[in-house]
């Protein structure tokens, strides 16, 4: 099986930055994309970010110009950099991988909290 290990979640003021990182192990062989998702309460699970193995990304527009995705495939691990944070981004984020099947993994989720 496929196991997502996120961290770097935590309680940041607005304005404040966090950094999540996502590593993955156990049976891979190929990585099709890796990304970020998004639960708040009483929300559905959004997507906030993902990148492709040859490293194009796709971001949620209200993320774009303030989060940055990045990868290292020989590792496979995923960040995201979280800048200027705001009170709605407030959520569990989840790492996910889809291989070239199709599959789907995702991480336990890491909790991150924007607040005064």
């Known amino acids: 099986q496929v196991q997502l290990v996120e961290s770097g979640g935590g309680l940041v003021q607005p304005g404040g930055s966090l950094r999540l990182s996502c590593a993955a192990s156990g049976s891979i062989f190929t990585i099709y994309e890796m990304g970020w998702y998004r639960q708040a309460p009483g929300k559905l699970r959004e997507l906030v970010a993902i990148i492709t193995s040859g490293s194009g990304t796709k971001y949620a527009d209200f993320v774009k110009g303030r989060f940055t995705i990045s990868r290292d495939n020989a590792k496979n691990t995923v960040a995201l950099q979280m800048n200027s944070l705001k009170p709605e981004d407030t959520a569990v984020y989840y790492c996910?991988?889809?291989?070239?099947?199709?599959?789907?993994?995702w991480g336990q989720g890491t909790q991150v909290t924007v607040s005064s």
């Open positions: 996910h991988l889809k291989t070239p099947q199709y599959m789907n993994y």
